[in-house]
């Protein structure tokens, strides 16, 4: 097994600032960065916070920035980076750290709570339920999220603009409005709940102008923009702003 010094800047700090301090750690074949903060911490750092869990790419919980780019750090190998470059750790800069690498994603949880439930057809008991095979492949896709919320940290429309966070759902919660608005059986719309408008008035599908960030992170290659976004919001567009529609009206006016 080979091993090499490793140079690393680590963020250190909380919620009154904090500021990267420099490491060097040992790196041996075949490990990711989780590993070499969990050595930092054996080894030097003891009190240095870190969220993980299944060291599987599978909780979500071990988010981080890795220069500067939105990652895992239980799935992010070390061999991707040159023995020689000194690689930066940081909190997702989205969210307020609570600290060192621990941020607060609390944002996420009350934009989930913002979603209306899916609302079971009436006259069809659970295990009733008949889908078209394409329509289940669809959800599925959707349903691989790990809520790691790295597509919500990386998302221009909040990542430096905290005013924002109020109106705009994110990435992950728009895509869970597709995936309840494109459900078959989903029988919102019978109780006067229209997800295409709400994904417009209340979940700020408008803020997204679909520059795909969001899906280029994403662990899970969930194609979110292409799959839920873009669909969604050609769902939502309102027929008066089809030109189509507006062309109609034209001819019959004259
Ligand atoms: Fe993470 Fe992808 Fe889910 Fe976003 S959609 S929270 S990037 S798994
Ligand atoms: Fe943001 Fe993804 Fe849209 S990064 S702007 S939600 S395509
Ligand atoms: Fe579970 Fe990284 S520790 S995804």
Redesign the pocket.
Known sequence: MSTYEGSFRVWRGDTGGGELTDFTVAVNDGEVVLDVIHRLQATQAPDLAVRWNCKAGKC?SC?AEINGR?RLLCMTRMSVFDPAEVITVTPLRAFPVVRDLVTDVSF?YTKAREVPAFVPPKGVAPGEYRMAQIDVERSQE?R?????????D?CHVVRDHEENKAAFAG??FL?RVAELDMHPLDAAGDEGLDRKRTAQDEHGLGYCNITKC?TE??????K?TDNALIPLKERAVDRKYDPLVWLGSRIRRR
Do not use: A, D, W, Y
């Open positions: 979500g988010s939105p996420n959707f691989k999220c790990i809520e790691c919320f790295l597509c919500q990386t990435p992950r895509m969001c992170v994403c662990p899970e290659h969930i979110i």
